[in-house]
């Protein structure tokens, strides 16, 4: 199975840049790395994904290791609505499957 | 407004009694999954499907069964529930067939199995 290890937890000043790091040693070729996070009593929503390149979108930033076995969520400015639970996920499309680990809690501070 | 709705919410049943959660999304989605929510252990993938008619199991699939009669449909079927099943259940879907976009999460059904 594919396996991704994250910090249980982290903390972060409101404003300042949040880097949540991910492992997936064991990540293969065709797999994509996706975070996703979960706020109180909801279901988890998507933040980024990616397979090889650094992504950007309006959320954060993925910066994805050059041997693919790690990757950073990139959070540029916290604020106190990113507080949530944040997973870092493999799929695998040759067999339609998500692994989730997990998750890191984050805590922003005002 | 796009979204993946699931019912019970919450229920509380006991062992050996036949529930079945219901799922159901508005957005012509061909790819649907249940996963359930333990603490310490994440969401794990229960099934998923990738169309109509076509289902497989995940990573804990022992003691559920699922079916795929329509597209916007997937429900989950605990025949024989166990206490080993209470558990925070959550549906998702997805335009894509796994692994390559979003998935949409509903709100979650809390099982309790007395």
């Known amino acids: 199975d594919a396996k991704t290890t994250q910090p249980n937890s982290m903390e972060s000043n409101e404003e300042e840049p949040v880097h949540l790091p991910c492992n997936h040693s064991t990540i293969s070729g065709t797999d994509y790395i996706h975070w996703y996070r979960q706020l109180p009593s909801q279901g988890p929503e998507y933040v980024i994904h990616g397979l090889t390149s650094n992504v950007n979108n309006r959320m954060a930033s993925l910066a994805i290791a050059e041997d693919r076995k790690s990757s950073t969520l990139i959070l540029h400015r916290a604020t106190l609505r990113d507080a949530a639970v944040y997973y870092c996920?493999?799929?695998?499309?040759?067999?339609?499957?998500?692994?989730f680990g997990t998750g890191t809690s984050l805590t922003v501070i005002p | 407004e796009a979204q993946v709705t699931q019912n019970p919410r919450y229920l509380i049943t006991v062992t050996g009694k036949k529930l079945t959660v219901t799922c159901s999304q508005n957005?012509?989605?061909?790819?649907m999954s249940w996963y359930r929510q333990d603490p310490g252990l994440g969401l794990r993938q229960i099934y998923y499907?990738?169309?109509?008619?076509?289902?497989d199991k995940g990573d804990v699939p022992e003691g559920y069964k699922v079916s795929r009669k329509e597209k916007r449909n997937f429900p989950l079927i605990l025949e024989s529930p166990s206490p080993n099943q209470t558990s925070l259940y959550f549906c998702?879907?997805?335009?894509?067939?796994?692994?390559?976009?979003?998935?949409?999460f509903g709100e979650g059904s809390r099982l309790t199995v007395l």
């Open positions: 998702a879907s997805s335009l894509y067939r796994g692994g390559f976009g979003e998935l949409f």
């Open positions: 996920i493999l799929s695998r499309p040759t067999g339609n499957q998500f692994y």
């Open positions: 957005m012509n989605h061909e790819y």
């Open positions: 499907s990738m169309n109509v008619e076509v289902t």
